[in-house]
Protein backbone atom coordinates (compact mmCIF):
# COMPACT_ATOMS: atom_id res chain seq x y z
CA UNK A 1 0.00 0.00 0.00
CA UNK A 2 1.06 3.68 -0.18
CA UNK A 3 1.61 5.95 2.95
CA UNK A 4 1.12 9.90 2.52
CA UNK A 5 3.76 11.96 1.32
CA UNK A 6 6.03 13.71 3.96
CA UNK A 7 6.02 16.98 4.94
CA UNK A 8 9.16 18.17 4.99
CA UNK A 9 11.35 18.38 8.17
CA UNK A 10 13.65 21.42 8.84
CA UNK A 11 16.98 21.15 9.92
CA UNK A 12 17.76 22.89 12.89
CA UNK A 13 20.96 24.05 14.56
CA UNK A 14 22.84 21.35 17.07
CA UNK A 15 21.39 17.84 17.70
CA UNK A 16 18.67 16.25 19.75
CA UNK A 17 18.39 14.37 22.61
CA UNK A 18 18.77 10.68 23.30
CA UNK A 19 14.84 9.79 24.24
CA UNK A 20 13.32 8.95 27.56
CA UNK A 21 10.53 6.87 27.19
CA UNK A 22 8.06 4.90 29.44
CA UNK A 23 7.83 1.33 28.48
CA UNK A 24 4.70 -0.80 29.49
CA UNK A 25 6.44 -3.85 29.97
CA UNK A 26 9.48 -2.73 33.01
CA UNK A 27 6.42 -0.02 33.92
CA UNK A 28 9.25 2.76 33.63
CA UNK A 29 11.35 5.11 32.30
CA UNK A 30 13.47 3.24 29.87
CA UNK A 31 16.39 5.65 27.82
CA UNK A 32 16.44 3.86 24.19
CA UNK A 33 19.50 2.96 22.46
CA UNK A 34 18.58 2.76 19.08
CA UNK A 35 21.31 2.89 16.13
CA UNK A 36 22.12 4.72 13.74
CA UNK A 37 18.48 3.46 12.09
CA UNK A 38 16.02 3.77 14.64
CA UNK A 39 12.97 1.05 14.31
CA UNK A 40 9.77 1.69 14.98
CA UNK A 41 6.42 -0.42 14.51
CA UNK A 42 2.86 1.67 15.21
CA UNK A 43 -0.16 0.01 15.06
CA UNK A 44 -2.73 1.04 12.38
CA UNK A 45 -6.42 1.99 11.68
CA UNK A 46 -9.02 -0.59 11.05
CA UNK A 47 -10.95 1.35 8.36
CA UNK A 48 -14.32 0.73 8.90
CA UNK A 49 -14.91 4.85 9.59
CA UNK A 50 -12.96 8.12 9.69
CA UNK A 51 -10.28 9.29 11.86
CA UNK A 52 -11.17 10.58 15.18
CA UNK A 53 -9.39 12.56 17.81
CA UNK A 54 -8.22 9.91 20.00
CA UNK A 55 -6.88 8.06 16.50
CA UNK A 56 -5.18 11.28 15.91
CA UNK A 57 -3.65 11.82 18.98
CA UNK A 58 -1.54 8.46 19.19
CA UNK A 59 -0.22 9.15 15.55
CA UNK A 60 0.65 12.32 17.12
CA UNK A 61 2.56 10.91 19.91
CA UNK A 62 4.57 8.17 17.69
CA UNK A 63 5.26 11.11 15.08
CA UNK A 64 6.85 13.10 18.12
CA UNK A 65 9.14 9.74 18.56
CA UNK A 66 9.83 10.06 14.82
CA UNK A 67 10.63 13.90 15.29
CA UNK A 68 13.10 13.00 18.04
CA UNK A 69 15.24 10.38 16.62
CA UNK A 70 15.03 12.67 13.57
CA UNK A 71 16.72 15.49 15.50
CA UNK A 72 19.12 13.13 16.83
CA UNK A 73 20.63 12.71 13.52
CA UNK A 74 19.28 9.23 12.99
CA UNK A 75 17.47 7.83 10.32
CA UNK A 76 13.60 6.21 11.14
CA UNK A 77 12.84 2.50 10.05
CA UNK A 78 8.77 3.36 10.76
CA UNK A 79 6.57 0.95 9.59
CA UNK A 80 2.75 0.77 10.30
CA UNK A 81 -0.37 -1.49 9.30
CA UNK A 82 -4.26 -1.36 8.23
CA UNK A 83 -6.07 -4.34 9.44
CA UNK A 84 -8.16 -4.01 6.45
CA UNK A 85 -9.41 -6.98 7.07
CA UNK A 86 -10.82 -7.75 10.25
CA UNK A 87 -14.73 -8.99 11.90
CA UNK A 88 -15.58 -5.40 13.29
CA UNK A 89 -15.00 -3.86 9.52
CA UNK A 90 -17.02 -6.88 7.69
CA UNK A 91 -20.21 -6.57 10.14
CA UNK A 92 -19.79 -2.46 9.36
CA UNK A 93 -19.56 -3.09 5.39
CA UNK A 94 -23.01 -5.57 5.89
CA UNK A 95 -24.59 -3.48 8.29
CA UNK A 96 -24.21 -0.91 5.76
CA UNK A 97 -25.07 -2.86 2.91
CA UNK A 98 -21.61 -1.95 1.06
CA UNK A 99 -18.69 -3.86 -0.56
CA UNK A 100 -16.02 -4.25 2.16
CA UNK A 101 -13.10 -3.94 0.14
CA UNK A 102 -14.10 -0.47 -0.93
CA UNK A 103 -14.96 0.42 2.48
CA UNK A 104 -11.73 0.04 3.24
CA UNK A 105 -10.29 1.80 0.58
CA UNK A 106 -12.44 4.87 1.21
CA UNK A 107 -11.50 5.40 4.69
CA UNK A 108 -7.63 4.32 4.30
CA UNK A 109 -8.06 7.22 1.40
CA UNK A 110 -9.26 10.00 4.13
CA UNK A 111 -6.87 8.30 6.92
CA UNK A 112 -4.32 9.47 4.59
CA UNK A 113 -5.51 12.54 4.00
CA UNK A 114 -5.94 13.45 7.48
CA UNK A 115 -2.28 12.40 8.57
CA UNK A 116 -0.96 14.70 5.39
CA UNK A 117 -2.83 17.46 6.91
CA UNK A 118 -2.13 17.16 10.16
CA UNK A 119 1.72 16.77 9.76
CA UNK A 120 2.40 13.64 9.92
CA UNK A 121 5.36 11.99 8.84
CA UNK A 122 4.69 8.72 6.80
CA UNK A 123 5.27 5.06 7.21
CA UNK A 124 8.50 4.01 4.99
CA UNK A 125 6.53 0.75 4.56
CA UNK A 126 2.66 0.90 4.91
CA UNK A 127 1.18 -2.61 4.70
CA UNK A 128 -2.09 -4.01 4.54
CA UNK A 129 -3.36 -7.09 6.31
CA UNK A 130 -4.74 -8.34 3.08
CA UNK A 131 -1.52 -7.96 1.04
CA UNK A 132 0.45 -9.61 4.42
CA UNK A 133 -1.38 -13.22 4.11
CA UNK A 134 1.20 -14.92 1.79
CA UNK A 135 3.80 -14.23 4.95
CA UNK A 136 1.13 -14.75 7.40
CA UNK A 137 0.13 -18.62 6.40
CA UNK A 138 3.66 -20.11 6.71
CA UNK A 139 4.67 -18.16 9.99
CA UNK A 140 1.10 -19.96 11.34
CA UNK A 141 2.31 -23.11 10.24
CA UNK A 142 5.59 -22.93 11.86
CA UNK A 143 3.95 -22.68 14.96
CA UNK A 144 1.42 -25.40 14.80
CA UNK A 145 4.70 -27.71 13.37
CA UNK A 146 6.51 -26.35 16.77
CA UNK A 147 3.80 -27.56 18.42
CA UNK A 148 3.05 -23.30 19.75
CA UNK A 149 -0.59 -23.85 18.13
CA UNK A 150 -3.60 -26.29 17.36
CA UNK A 151 -6.30 -27.04 15.85
CA UNK A 152 -9.96 -26.37 16.67
CA UNK A 153 -13.09 -27.14 14.24
CA UNK A 154 -10.31 -25.72 11.32
CA UNK A 155 -9.52 -22.92 12.75
CA UNK A 156 -6.04 -22.20 14.67
CA UNK A 157 -4.70 -20.56 17.95
CA UNK A 158 -2.26 -19.49 19.36
CA UNK A 159 -0.54 -21.27 22.85
CA UNK A 160 0.25 -18.71 25.34
CA UNK A 161 1.53 -20.87 27.62
CA UNK A 162 4.40 -21.94 24.66
CA UNK A 163 5.82 -18.39 25.68
CA UNK A 164 7.73 -18.31 29.25
CA UNK A 165 7.80 -14.71 28.96
CA UNK A 166 3.93 -14.73 28.36
CA UNK A 167 2.06 -11.90 30.43
CA UNK A 168 5.21 -9.90 30.51
CA UNK A 169 4.05 -6.55 27.92
CA UNK A 170 0.97 -5.88 30.14
CA UNK A 171 1.85 -7.52 33.57
CA UNK A 172 -1.93 -8.20 34.28
CA UNK A 173 -3.23 -10.41 36.48
CA UNK A 174 -5.42 -13.39 34.56
CA UNK A 175 -8.58 -12.24 35.69
CA UNK A 176 -7.94 -8.94 34.26
CA UNK A 177 -6.51 -10.67 30.79
CA UNK A 178 -9.54 -12.87 30.83
CA UNK A 179 -12.20 -9.98 30.71
CA UNK A 180 -9.82 -7.82 28.21
CA UNK A 181 -9.61 -11.00 26.19
CA UNK A 182 -13.79 -11.21 25.80
CA UNK A 183 -13.67 -7.53 25.60
CA UNK A 184 -11.24 -6.86 22.84
CA UNK A 185 -11.80 -9.06 20.04
CA UNK A 186 -10.11 -12.48 21.98
CA UNK A 187 -13.24 -15.76 22.37
CA UNK A 188 -12.32 -16.93 26.31
CA UNK A 189 -15.98 -18.42 26.48
CA UNK A 190 -15.10 -21.00 23.54
CA UNK A 191 -14.83 -24.78 24.61
CA UNK A 192 -12.28 -26.74 23.35
CA UNK A 193 -9.46 -24.46 23.92
CA UNK A 194 -6.22 -25.20 25.95
CA UNK A 195 -6.16 -21.84 27.94
CA UNK A 196 -9.70 -19.48 27.65
CA UNK A 197 -6.70 -16.77 26.28
CA UNK A 198 -5.25 -18.60 23.47
CA UNK A 199 -6.09 -15.98 20.29
CA UNK A 200 -7.12 -17.31 17.20
CA UNK A 201 -3.91 -17.03 14.07
CA UNK A 202 -6.16 -18.61 11.41
CA UNK A 203 -9.90 -18.81 11.38
CA UNK A 204 -11.30 -21.32 8.80
CA UNK A 205 -13.45 -19.63 6.17
CA UNK A 206 -16.89 -19.01 7.25
CA UNK A 207 -20.01 -18.96 4.50
CA UNK A 208 -19.87 -15.34 3.28
CA UNK A 209 -17.06 -14.08 4.18
CA UNK A 210 -13.71 -13.47 2.35
CA UNK A 211 -11.16 -16.05 2.71
CA UNK A 212 -7.55 -16.81 1.05
CA UNK A 213 -5.48 -19.76 0.21
CA UNK A 214 -4.38 -21.08 3.30
CA UNK A 215 -1.73 -23.93 2.21
CA UNK A 216 -1.76 -26.48 4.71
CA UNK A 217 -3.74 -24.48 7.10
CA UNK A 218 -6.84 -24.52 4.33
CA UNK A 219 -9.03 -21.65 3.14
CA UNK A 220 -9.29 -18.83 5.89
CA UNK A 221 -8.12 -15.34 7.09
CA UNK A 222 -5.23 -14.37 9.52
CA UNK A 223 -5.80 -13.57 13.23
CA UNK A 224 -4.96 -9.62 14.24
CA UNK A 225 -2.15 -10.02 16.58
CA UNK A 226 -0.40 -12.33 13.75
CA UNK A 227 -0.87 -9.73 11.16
CA UNK A 228 1.06 -6.93 13.08
CA UNK A 229 3.83 -9.75 13.84
CA UNK A 230 4.15 -10.93 10.30
CA UNK A 231 4.76 -7.28 9.43
CA UNK A 232 6.87 -6.49 11.41
CA UNK A 233 9.07 -8.92 11.21
CA UNK A 234 8.86 -8.66 7.71
CA UNK A 235 10.35 -5.16 7.77
CA UNK A 236 11.60 -4.76 11.15
CA UNK A 237 13.00 -7.58 12.81
CA UNK A 238 13.08 -8.72 15.97
CA UNK A 239 14.33 -6.60 18.83
CA UNK A 240 13.13 -3.36 17.14
CA UNK A 241 12.85 -0.10 19.40
CA UNK A 242 9.29 1.15 20.04
CA UNK A 243 6.36 -1.18 19.33
CA UNK A 244 3.30 1.69 19.84
CA UNK A 245 -0.24 1.92 19.86
CA UNK A 246 -2.87 3.06 22.03
CA UNK A 247 -3.24 1.90 26.01
CA UNK A 248 -5.99 -0.30 24.52
CA UNK A 249 -3.77 -2.09 22.77
CA UNK A 250 -1.13 -3.35 25.65
CA UNK A 251 -3.50 -6.08 26.19
CA UNK A 252 -4.32 -8.66 24.26
CA UNK A 253 -2.24 -6.98 21.06
CA UNK A 254 0.72 -6.49 22.09
CA UNK A 255 1.38 -8.74 25.02
CA UNK A 256 0.14 -11.58 21.89
CA UNK A 257 1.69 -10.17 19.05
CA UNK A 258 5.20 -10.34 21.09
CA UNK A 259 4.30 -14.06 22.59
CA UNK A 260 4.07 -14.89 18.90
CA UNK A 261 7.30 -13.51 17.81
CA UNK A 262 9.03 -14.70 20.82
CA UNK A 263 7.78 -18.33 20.48
CA UNK A 264 8.09 -17.91 16.49
CA UNK A 265 12.31 -16.80 16.45
CA UNK A 266 13.56 -18.33 19.92
CA UNK A 267 14.36 -14.61 20.88
CA UNK A 268 13.64 -12.30 22.94
CA UNK A 269 12.83 -9.32 23.38
CA UNK A 270 10.27 -8.87 20.48
CA UNK A 271 10.62 -4.83 21.17
CA UNK A 272 13.37 -2.80 23.26
CA UNK A 273 10.23 -0.79 24.46
CA UNK A 274 6.38 -1.07 24.51
CA UNK A 275 4.90 2.32 24.37
CA UNK A 276 1.05 3.21 24.77
CA UNK A 277 -0.81 6.44 24.15
CA UNK A 278 -3.93 7.26 26.72
CA UNK A 279 -7.58 7.27 25.27
CA UNK A 280 -8.36 10.32 24.51
CA UNK A 281 -12.87 10.44 25.29
CA UNK A 282 -16.01 12.49 24.33
CA UNK A 283 -18.53 12.85 27.18
CA UNK A 284 -16.91 11.14 29.02
CA UNK A 285 -16.53 7.94 27.80
CA UNK A 286 -13.46 6.81 25.65
CA UNK A 287 -14.22 7.71 21.84
CA UNK A 288 -14.69 4.58 19.59
CA UNK A 289 -15.77 3.41 16.63
CA UNK A 290 -18.09 0.77 17.89
CA UNK A 291 -19.55 3.37 20.72
CA UNK A 292 -19.68 6.06 17.64
CA UNK A 293 -19.02 9.14 20.15
CA UNK A 294 -16.67 10.83 17.57
CA UNK A 295 -15.43 14.06 16.46
CA UNK A 296 -13.62 13.13 12.98
CA UNK A 297 -10.20 14.90 11.61
CA UNK A 298 -11.93 15.26 8.31
CA UNK A 299 -15.06 17.08 9.91
CA UNK A 300 -13.12 19.87 11.64
CA UNK A 301 -10.93 20.24 8.55
CA UNK A 302 -14.43 20.46 6.28
CA UNK A 303 -15.39 23.32 8.97
CA UNK A 304 -12.66 25.13 8.38
CA UNK A 305 -10.46 24.61 11.80
CA UNK A 306 -6.62 24.65 10.86
CA UNK A 307 -5.03 21.33 10.82
CA UNK A 308 -2.40 23.18 12.89
CA UNK A 309 -4.80 23.90 15.20
CA UNK A 310 -5.59 20.48 15.15
CA UNK A 311 -2.55 19.53 15.62
CA UNK A 312 -1.82 21.71 18.87
CA UNK A 313 -5.13 20.89 20.39
CA UNK A 314 -3.37 17.31 20.21
CA UNK A 315 -0.32 18.62 21.96
CA UNK A 316 -1.35 20.27 24.50
CA UNK A 317 -2.59 17.01 26.50
CA UNK A 318 0.58 15.00 27.97
CA UNK A 319 0.63 11.40 25.25
CA UNK A 320 0.22 9.07 28.21
CA UNK A 321 -2.94 10.94 30.21
CA UNK A 322 -6.23 9.49 29.47
CA UNK A 323 -8.13 13.50 28.23
CA UNK A 324 -11.66 14.71 27.31
CA UNK A 325 -12.10 15.83 23.72
CA UNK A 326 -14.11 19.22 24.35
CA UNK A 327 -15.05 22.71 21.95
CA UNK A 328 -13.15 24.23 24.78
CA UNK A 329 -9.93 22.12 23.81
CA UNK A 330 -9.95 23.04 20.34
CA UNK A 331 -10.19 27.30 21.12
CA UNK A 332 -7.70 27.26 22.82
CA UNK A 333 -5.29 25.59 20.72
CA UNK A 334 -7.06 28.09 18.36
CA UNK A 335 -5.82 31.41 20.38
CA UNK A 336 -2.62 29.77 20.70
CA UNK A 337 -1.77 29.39 17.42
CA UNK A 338 -2.94 32.92 16.27
CA UNK A 339 -0.29 34.04 19.29
CA UNK A 340 2.62 31.87 18.49
CA UNK A 341 2.17 33.28 14.56
CA UNK A 342 2.01 36.71 15.55
CA UNK A 343 4.89 36.50 17.09
CA UNK A 344 6.50 34.72 14.57
CA UNK A 345 5.63 37.24 11.88
CA UNK A 346 7.37 40.31 13.94
CA UNK A 347 10.60 40.96 11.83
CA UNK A 348 13.17 40.35 14.65
CA UNK A 349 12.90 39.02 17.93
CA UNK A 350 13.93 37.88 20.84
CA UNK A 351 16.87 35.19 21.01
CA UNK A 352 15.48 31.73 20.68
CA UNK A 353 18.73 29.32 20.51
CA UNK A 354 17.59 28.69 24.15
CA UNK A 355 13.91 27.78 23.70
CA UNK A 356 15.09 25.34 21.18
CA UNK A 357 16.88 23.46 23.46
CA UNK A 358 13.96 23.55 26.28
CA UNK A 359 11.97 22.05 23.97
CA UNK A 360 14.75 19.13 22.87
CA UNK A 361 14.28 18.39 26.40
CA UNK A 362 11.00 18.51 27.19
CA UNK A 363 10.11 16.10 24.23
CA UNK A 364 13.25 13.65 25.44
CA UNK A 365 11.51 13.34 28.94
CA UNK A 366 8.97 11.22 27.63
CA UNK A 367 7.29 13.46 24.49
CA UNK A 368 6.26 15.94 27.12
CA UNK A 369 4.44 18.13 24.99
CA UNK A 370 2.71 20.26 27.12
CA UNK A 371 6.06 21.67 28.72
CA UNK A 372 7.25 22.15 25.27
CA UNK A 373 3.98 24.00 24.13
CA UNK A 374 4.56 26.23 27.64
CA UNK A 375 8.01 27.15 26.87
CA UNK A 376 7.03 28.55 23.31
CA UNK A 377 4.25 30.21 24.64
CA UNK A 378 6.69 31.90 27.05
CA UNK A 379 8.79 32.79 23.97
CA UNK A 380 5.36 33.89 22.51
CA UNK A 381 4.79 36.59 25.05
CA UNK A 382 7.90 38.15 25.83
CA UNK A 383 8.31 38.23 22.31
CA UNK A 384 4.57 40.04 21.41
CA UNK A 385 5.25 41.99 24.29
CA UNK A 386 8.45 43.54 23.72
CA UNK A 387 10.28 41.89 20.84
CA UNK A 388 14.53 41.94 20.27
CA UNK A 389 16.94 42.44 17.70
CA UNK A 390 17.56 39.16 16.73
CA UNK A 391 17.09 38.80 13.12
CA UNK A 392 17.11 35.02 13.12
CA UNK A 393 15.03 34.71 15.94
CA UNK A 394 11.22 34.25 14.23
CA UNK A 395 12.74 31.94 11.37
CA UNK A 396 14.20 29.92 13.88
CA UNK A 397 11.40 29.63 15.85
CA UNK A 398 9.11 28.30 13.18
CA UNK A 399 11.50 25.65 11.98
CA UNK A 400 11.99 24.35 15.51
CA UNK A 401 7.96 24.56 15.99
CA UNK A 402 7.85 22.82 12.70
CA UNK A 403 10.56 20.14 12.73
CA UNK A 404 9.78 19.14 16.39
CA UNK A 405 6.27 19.35 16.93
CA UNK A 406 4.79 18.87 13.12
CA UNK A 407 3.04 22.78 13.60
CA UNK A 408 3.68 24.93 10.39
CA UNK A 409 3.23 28.70 11.67
N1 LIG B 1 -5.96 -2.00 13.58
C1 LIG B 1 -5.82 -2.11 15.00
C2 LIG B 1 -4.37 -2.12 15.41
S1 LIG B 1 -3.43 -3.33 14.58
C3 LIG B 1 -6.57 -1.00 15.72
O1 LIG B 1 -6.53 -0.98 16.93
N2 LIG B 1 -7.22 -0.14 14.95
S2 LIG B 1 -8.10 1.08 15.53
O2 LIG B 1 -8.57 1.79 14.36
O3 LIG B 1 -9.08 0.59 16.42
O4 LIG B 1 -7.16 2.00 16.32
C4 LIG B 1 -6.04 2.61 15.73
C5 LIG B 1 -5.13 3.21 16.81
O5 LIG B 1 -5.82 4.25 17.50
C6 LIG B 1 -4.71 2.19 17.88
O6 LIG B 1 -3.38 2.43 18.28
C7 LIG B 1 -5.65 2.50 19.02
O7 LIG B 1 -5.08 2.15 20.28
C8 LIG B 1 -5.80 3.99 18.90
N3 LIG B 1 -7.07 4.49 19.46
C9 LIG B 1 -8.32 4.03 19.23
N4 LIG B 1 -9.23 4.72 19.95
C10 LIG B 1 -8.53 5.66 20.65
C11 LIG B 1 -8.89 6.69 21.61
N5 LIG B 1 -10.16 6.92 21.94
N6 LIG B 1 -7.89 7.44 22.12
C12 LIG B 1 -6.60 7.23 21.79
N7 LIG B 1 -6.20 6.29 20.91
C13 LIG B 1 -7.14 5.50 20.35
ZN1 LIG C 1 -1.45 -4.02 15.48
Known amino acids: MHAWPASEVPALPGKGRDLRIHDTATGGRITLDPGPVARIYVCGITPYDATHMGHAATYNAFDLVQRVWLDTKRQVHYVQNVTDVDDPLLERAVRDGQDWTELAERETALFREDMTALRMLPPKHYIGAVEAIPGIVPLVERLRDAGAAYELDGDVYFSVETDPHFGGVSNLDAEAMRLLSAERGGDPERPGKKN ?83 MVALDGEKMSKSKGNLVFVSKLRRDGVDPAAIRLALLSHHYRSDWEWTDQVLADAVERLGRW ?69
Do not use: K
Request: glycine share 12%.
Open 196 to 278: PLDPMLWMAAREGEPSWDGASLGPGRPGWHIECVAIALDHLGMGFDVQGGGSDLAFPHHEMGASHAQVLTGEYPFAQAYVHAG
Open 341 to 409: RAAVSRPDGLPAEALVEEVREALADDLDAPAALAAVDRWAERQNAEGGTDEGAPGLVSRAVDALLGVAL
